[in-house]
């Protein structure tokens, strides 16, 4: 006789479940209170070394032969500044976060390590400190990415990412391999010091190469596709971390090694800031676009980050051309645009990307046609939202408004005598700059108008809830950092002007603007107040609501009757707009670029053919670059590893013959 055993699933007692929330709770508290004390003395250091002179640090046993090598300057000190104030905020946002959706152990515990990756690439001091660094970054990021790797949406945008960020990688391991070859060394003092000396050739392959790896890592057309696959699946506290912080790093390879290492010495060549510029201007525009068609919040977020990447990366061309041709107050204006862009994007970003955290935290949900009701379900919420989109709309009292102003000045006023090149790029970079605020208006206002204004299009939306209060305050760091980029860049001005000191051939031989209570831009007529605006326009509106206060009591009183609505009085969520139809005009305008997939279907009554009972439309906006640059790539890569698998049918003998062949292949070689 047999006995069958059966094992029965344990049930957590009431008691054990407890102690399982509270170790959540703990390792909540200690992952965010860390990224928080990081985040802070990383804007402690940044402060430091912009005002107090820069700090070098060189660890020989680390690694073997060349250790480890740190030197953080001005430069550097910007960019840790601004991801140790993102990871403060992300920080404190984190401990109500993880709580409330559950993170596992193991992604809190790579978070801190993380943001100190990101803060050692700006203070990497050599090529071998920089890489190791770079990947330290990188790999973190793609753990973190894959927080929540059981479901196949996260693991194939994983996939995805990684095959980018390691292709990125490869471009700069080669560029930055050349560059100290040329160089004679290994620190960058060493290489800035010969880098006059490094043949044009080299110098151009470096600049290509970096060009690729960096702008893989900032979002660059058509090294973007990892963005608006990644930063939707990642929790919300990395997609900031990502967005803001980490994209930055990007940026700061560009200038460091292509506009500082190599600009020492002699100018660069005029075709390189034009390349940055065209780079960053289809960038800008092509974000933008798939933004204002996007109906997943975080991915609108994510396509806003490409078109703000560009405009940063339009910003450093127009600073690089124009020091070519000697035009340095300008080029100073510009590069100043650039900083300021990075500033207050990292602001808006963060908040945006938090908001949006609060928003899938509380539904469940990131798409716009189901959300709306939520400015009533979520005021605070709301509010950190808006201040966000008005961020990144670029309009006045918004966070971008000053760097994009500071943008089209130096695009404006740049020299036109006898300059053809820049007669016809100047331009047209300012009607690329003036169709991406439009665009970034509308996509805005899509997603601030749709998703909290409206009226709630699910169970989920007319359920949620606002955010716990640690989550809000780390908003609200985000929000005041916004508000500061916007109505008070004064602050920022020492600050900028130390960054332009350390970059010579940029800032060294002009002044920025003075970002006073007026912004004042030197040699170049124009200025503007942000605060002054701020104030009036809160003068403007108190008398608005004063005056109309004071009408409403000499109003005569009013007829109470029922309200004639053509039989439609009782109003529902169908007969708003939804992002999709908000956006369906502009998809028709620029429908060759967009290329979406529409399908209408058409249902009757059965009774009759004539009798419509309802149209469904629907639509699918993939990304054109992606289907037409990837997918081919893919299936081609995919057609020859099937190929390549038939040499690989388990023989030892065969083996065994192809390292008889690979041998004797070296010996010729070498002979």
Not at 605 to 616: G, I, P
Request: with cysteine; net charge positive; aromatic share 8%.
């Amino acid at each position: 006789m047999t006995t069958a055993l059966h094992e029965f699933p344990t049930v957590p007692t009431p008691g054990q479940t407890l102690r399982a929330a509270r170790r959540a709770r703990v390792h909540a508290v200690l992952s965010g209170g860390l990224t928080a004390a990081l985040g802070t003395v990383g804007v402690a250091l940044g402060l430091s070394v912009i005002f107090g002179g820069p700090r070098e640090l060189r660890v020989g046993w680390l690694l073997p032969l060349v250790g480890v090598q740190l030197n953080l300057d001005a430069l550097g000190g910007l960019f840790v500044a601004v991801t140790g104030a993102v990871s403060a905020a992300v920080g404190i946002y984190t401990v109500g976060y993880a709580r409330r959706e559950h993170l596992a152990r193991f992604p809190l515990t790579v978070l801190p390590l993380f943001v100190a990756a990101m803060m050692l690439v700006p203070a990497a001091g050599s090529v071998t400190t920089f890489l190791l660094t770079w990947e330290l970054m990188a790999a973190a990021s793609l753990v973190l990415v894959l927080s929540e790797h059981h479901r196949a949406e996260v693991r194939s945008a994983g996939v995805f990412y990684a095959v980018m960020t390691q292709l990125g990688f490869a471009a700069i391991l080669l560029a930055l391999v050349l560059l100290s070859a040329a160089g004679g060394g290994d620190s960058f003092d060493t290489i800035s010091a010969s880098s006059g000396d490094i043949p044009s050739g080299t110098r151009t392959a470096i600049f290509l190469l970096t060009l690729l790896g960096f702008g893989s890592k900032a979002g660059l057309l058509p090294l973007h596709a990892w963005l608006p696959r990644a930063h939707p699946e990642a929790p919300s506290p990395v997609s900031a971390l990502m967005s803001a912080a980490m994209v930055n790093m990007g940026i700061y390879g560009i200038i460091r090694f292509d506009l500082d290492i190599l600009g020492q010495g002699h100018p660069s060549p005029h075709w390189w800031g034009l390349t940055l510029m065209i780079f960053g201007a289809v960038s800008a525009v092509f974000g933008v676009l798939q933004a204002s068609v996007a109906t997943d919040l975080k991915r609108l977020l994510a396509y806003s980050t490409t078109e703000n990447m560009g405009l940063i990366t339009l910003a450093l061309g127009a600073a690089a051309l124009l020091s070519s041709y000697g035009a340095m107050a300008v080029a100073a204006l510009a590069m100043t645009a650039a900083l300021l862009l990075i500033l207050s994007h990292a602001a808006f970003k963060t908040l945006a990307f938090l908001a949006a955290g609060s928003v899938l935290a509380a539904t469940g949900l990131r798409d716009l046609d189901k959300l709306g009701g939520l400015a009533r379900r979520m005021p605070g919420t709301t509010v950190m939202f808006g201040i966000a989109a008005l961020g990144a709309s670029g309009l006045p009292l918004g966070a971008g408004f000053v760097g994009e102003w500071l943008l089209l000045q130096s695009l404006i006023h740049s020299p036109h005598d006898d300059t053809t090149l820049l007669m016809l790029v100047m331009p047209l970079s300012v009607g690329a700059v003036a169709l991406t605020t439009g665009l970034g208006i509308a996509a805005m206002v899509k997603a601030f108008g749709v998703g909290f204004l409206a009226r709630p299009r699910s169970a989920a939306a007319e359920a949620a809830r606002e955010a716990p209060a640690s989550m809000l305050t780390g908003m609200g760091l985000a929000a005041a950092a916004c508000t500061v980029s916007a109505v008070a860049p004064v602050l920022f001005g020492p600050l900028l002007e130390r960054v332009l000191t350390a970059l010579p051939t940029l800032g060294g031989e002009a002044a920025g603007p003075m970002l006073g209570a007026y912004l004042r831009l030197p040699g170049v007529t124009g200025s503007i107040a942000p605060g002054l605006i701020a104030v009036a326009l809160v003068v403007a509106v108190l008398l608005a609501l004063a005056l109309a206060r004071w009408g409403g009591r000499h109003r005569p009183a009013a007829v109470q009757a029922p309200l004639w609505a053509c039989g439609a009085d009782s109003l529902s969520p169908r007969m708003q707009y939804t992002a999709t139809s908000f956006a369906e005009p502009l998809q028709r305008v620029f429908d060759n670029v967009l290329r979406p997939e529409t399908d209408v279907e058409v249902t009757h009554y059965a009774e009759s053919q004539y009798l419509v009972e309802k149209v469904t439309y629907r639509t699918l906006q993939a990304d054109p670059v992606e289907q037409r640059l990837y997918t081919p790539v893919v299936r081609a890569v995919t057609a020859w590893a099937q190929y390549v698998r038939r040499a690989h049918p388990g023989s030892v003998h065969l083996y065994l013959a192809y390292g008889a062949i690979g041998l004797l292949v070296v010996l010729v070689v070498a002979r």
